[in-house]
């Protein structure tokens, strides 16, 4: 582009004021050379104007390691951040023999080594005109009888994939709709579509994308920051190049699992789906007739569907605000069965299609149930947004009509749950706590929690207990608290939910980051193994990940940042405010174990919420240790 512009220049002589930026799509190819016709062109969209930089030029770099082989070609279109170290996830790292740049470069790809084909200047990676230039660039100088295109960045579900820092709109993605724009440049569907991001392996993404892709690789939840295997995949690819699509994404789910076999976090909540795209339209004919039949029974069967949809797998899209919560398809569909029969006939057909759509997963220990697909299903009518209502009404228009008659109904349904009074027995080194619920199926989640000033300073999750209604619990001045080794600092706990899988389960804790620098706190999510039946062992911290406006990153934590909890305030109209901080020294000794309560006036008791998203609680007054 630089080249072009200065030959502009020259032909013209004296140029008054900048000369006018041109539209991407109408640049043409022609410069860039042709290669040889291979079996296999694989494309690669890196979107690393933000902080996802530095993993993705690991992505980069791991392609690099391959092998020149003749009929395999790799193109890849990076654009980089101005940002450096200086900020976390960023840099100014050279790439193979690339000196570090700020912009977005188009390169082909070979062993050690990149060659510039173009500079593309500053450009907004969230445009789908930007990813068609890309496309066709490769259909036209890069011929292949199979192709492969792969999206690297931060996903964020339905709302899309592919942020880019210098987006005019903030937070901007190419969403499905976008993404429909940009593959219909495709002169034949791609042979495999990765999609290398978080949460990503949706309902409303796969039915965009389908009709352009034989196959898909995706994410039903997060994706460690490293992304997919290129290096083991692409190998076995080079080893029998004629091999088709679905091949291709059974040796990325074989290396993804094998690069996780050894990661104690990532292997328990891994999750990796291959999807056949050409069943894309029987899916979505039963998925319709489902939608249809679900609409009528919207307010009559209101409960029986919100317990459905509450008994069901869910995945958060963090830092996307509200409605950012997608459930897996095949567990509510099986809710549904069971829960209202009248659907039973229709929910079977939809399972049968997903069966046929969802050729192999990779799941870990906590994601034994995924059926691969999620699909969003918002609780209530706040959190039916706008975005999704226009996206749901272009790709599942019965869908759509069915959720806005599902959250208008909820206002006129009654829910009944509600809290006894907590009664609290024995005395000395033990207290026993109970409290009776008044529909307890209407429960999504339960937690005793300790309270001071008002405010909750720890929270641990409290299961009902099974064929009855009653919550159970006891204190004997002992919490779950974060920790630096055995003896240093403790800061009391509030666990948002722990997941089991037989006797395991993991534990995740949504705090406050506050840097050793400084800056504003940042959510992050702790998470940790616990042994549920015995809690005095204490457990490590196996990963962090940094809520973000474009999604989940993977965070180290480092001497001198803090971390703090989010403390609830159950007066009437209380909100929720930054309680004690734990400032770390060795972050890599820190630990869930149970701690010594400080002496003081306290209250315990118990909160729920209900199906509609209402906080009810009760407590009681204890003075503890004086």
């Known amino acids: 582009m630089k080249r072009l512009l200065c030959l502009a220049l020259l032909l013209v002589g004296c140029v008054t004021g900048p000369p006018p930026t041109p539209p991407l799509v109408t640049v043409s190819p022609t410069k860039i050379p042709s290669k040889a016709p291979g079996e296999w062109t694989l494309i690669f969209y890196f979107a690393a104007d933000n902080d996802l930089e530095e993993v993705e030029l690991n992505d980069l770099e791991e392609l690099t390691r391959l092998a020149d082989h003749p009929q395999v070609h790799i193109l890849a279109l990076v654009d980089r951040s101005p940002l450096g170290e200086d900020n976390e996830g960023y840099s100014n790292r050279a790439v193979a023999n690339l000196a570090n740049w700020s912009h977005a470069k188009l390169l082909d790809v070979q062993h050690d080594k990149l060659t510039e084909l173009d500079d593309w200047g500053r450009l907004n990676m969230a445009d789908p005109q930007t990813l068609r230039r890309l496309l066709t660039v490769a259909q036209e100088r890069y011929p292949a009888n199979r192709y492969g295109l792969f999206l690297v960045d931060h996903g964020q579900g339905w709302q899309g994939i592919c942020g880019d820092d210098g987006a005019p709109r903030a937070h901007d993605a190419l969403d499905p709709g976008e993404l429909q724009t940009a593959l219909k440049t495709l002169k034949s569907p791609v042979d495999l579509l990765g999609l290398d991001a978080c949460l990503m392996s949706s309902l409303e993404i796969y039915l965009a994308c389908a009709p352009y892709a034989h196959s898909m690789v995706a994410s039903q939840d997060s994706l460690p920051g490293e992304g997919l295997n290129y290096l083991e995949a692409i190998r076995q690819l080079q080893g029998k190049p004629k091999s088709d699509g679905l091949q291709l994404g059974r040796w990325f789910l074989e290396a993804h699992r094998s690069s996780l076999k050894n990661d104690e976090q990532e292997s328990a909540r891994l999750q990796l789906a291959l999807l056949d795209g050409r069943n894309y339209a029987d899916l979505a004919a039963a998925w319709k007739k489902l939608s249809e039949a679900l609409k009528p029974l919207a307010k009559k069967e209101w409960l029986a569907l919100a317990k459905a949809r509450a008994a069901a797998q869910s995945f958060q899209i963090e830092g996307v605000g509200v409605g950012g919560e997608v459930e897996d398809m095949g567990q509510l569909l099986q809710q549904i069965r069971r829960r209202v029969p009248a659907l039973s006939s229709l929910t079977v057909r939809v399972e049968e299609q997903l069966e046929r759509v969802v050729v192999e997963q990779v799941r870990g220990q906590f994601r034994q149930s995924c059926s691969g697909l999620s699909v969003c299903f918002p609780a209530l009518a ?51 706590l109970q409290a009776r619920l008044g529909r307890p199926d209407e429960v999504v989640a339960s937690y005793t929690i300790l309270v001071k000033d008002h405010r909750v300073v720890g929270q641990m999750t409290c299961a009902v207990e099974p064929g009855e209604n009653l919550l159970s619990d006891y204190f004997d001045g002992k919490w779950l608290a974060l920790r630096e080794g055995a003896r240093g600092q403790t800061l009391m706990a509030q666990l948002d939910s722990v997941e089991m899988s037989g006797g395991s389960a993991l534990a995740r804790l949504s705090c406050q980051l506050t840097r050793a620098g400084g800056g504003a706190p940042q959510p992050v999510q702790l998470y940790f193994p616990l042994q549920p039946e015995d809690l005095t062992h204490s457990a490590p911290l196996l990963g962090v990940s940094r809520s973000g406006g474009l999604g989940m990153t993977e965070v180290q934590l480092k001497p001198g940042d803090q971390l703090s909890f989010l403390e609830r305030d159950l007066r009437p109209g209380g909100h929720q405010d930054r309680g004690k901080s734990l400032r770390l020294s060795h972050p890599e000794t820190l630990q869930l174990s149970l701690a010594r309560v400080p002496a003081g006036d306290y209250e315990l008791g118990f909160l729920v919420l209900d199906v509609q998203g209402r906080s009810h609680w009760q407590t009681r007054p204890l003075l503890w240790g004086k």
């Open 382 to 432: 706040e959190n039916l947004s706008q975005e999704y209502r226009t996206l749901a009404e272009s790709l599942l228009p019965e869908w759509a009509d069915f959720l806005r008659a599902y959250t208008a109904a909820e206002r006129q349904v009654k829910v009944s749950s509600s809290l006894s009074p907590v009664t609290l027995s024995g005395g000395g080194d033990r207290m026993d």
